[in-house]
């Protein structure tokens, strides 16, 4: 079975803090994304990694960088974090074969920024 | 870029029922679409999804159907359980790449006994 961990489920921070979430998936897939989860908005892409130190903005990736060091690990940084950030962020890993692959999902990381 | 609508928000069907969530696409080149269920609690996991060459798709108590003349794909949930109670979403591909999605907003299911 195809798992994606996140390192915390729950998670509190102050307004300018740096905040680091991780992610980690133990089938070798060469993508890894970061998304957002809203009420009424559905799932919005942060940033997408294709490959090792490889990285692609999303659709609102402003406020957020990532690192992707090693194959299994994606992180995404939230420089100072801001009350707007405070979201459901879901980490997901795919592999590629060219034609539409599915996307594996953690369990998701609930942030509040106060 | 893709664009994904997807109807209703909300929807509650009693045991049994048939359930029935629509989405429309913009990009007339997709090719691939998804759709993912999220218990509560969890990830979204992937259900089913349709390609381009087919016009339906079934398993079991679920089927997806496709028209990429309209740019709708629908999934249908038949014989309704209360462990289908969940939020759906569906999904395709960004414009010019298989491996990015974009989702719809989500469909939230609730059967009622």
């Known amino acids: 079975d195809v798992k994606v961990t996140q390192s915390s489920r729950y998670l509190v921070k102050r307004t300018g803090e740096k905040v680091f979430l991780e992610c980690v998936q133990d089938m070798d897939h060469e993508n890894m994304f970061w998304y957002r989860q809203d009420p009424g908005l559905g799932l919005r892409l942060i940033y997408f990694s294709y490959d090792v130190k490889m990285k692609e903005k999303g659709d609102i990736p402003e406020g957020y960088s990532v690192s992707r060091e090693k194959k299994e690990r994606f992180s995404l940084i939230l420089e100072s974090a801001s009350t707007n950030q405070t979201s459901m962020y879901l980490c997901?890993?795919?592999?590629?074969?060219?034609?539409?692959?599915?996307?594996?999902f953690g369990p998701g990381t609930r942030l509040t920024v106060t | 870029g893709e664009n994904v609508e997807q109807h209703p928000s909300t929807l509650s069907v009693q045991e049994g029922d048939s359930a029935v969530i629509k989405c429309t696409y913009s990009d007339s080149a997709s090719n691939y679409f998804p759709w993912y269920k999220q218990e509560l609690g969890k990830g979204p996991q992937l259900i089913i999804d349709?390609?381009?060459?087919?016009g339906e798709k079934k398993d079991q108590r679920i089927a997806v159907t496709l028209n990429k003349t309209a740019k709708h794909f629908s999934l249908h949930i038949t014989e309704t359980q209360p462990e289908d109670s969940a939020v759906y979403f569906c999904?395709?591909?960004?414009?010019?790449?298989?491996?990015?999605?974009?989702f719809g907003t989500g469909t939230r299911l609730q059967v009622t006994l």
């Open positions: 349709i390609r381009s060459n087919v």
């Open positions: 999904a395709a591909p960004y414009t010019g790449t298989a491996s990015k999605l974009t």
């Open positions: 997901a890993s795919s592999p590629t074969s060219g034609g539409g692959d599915e996307q594996y």
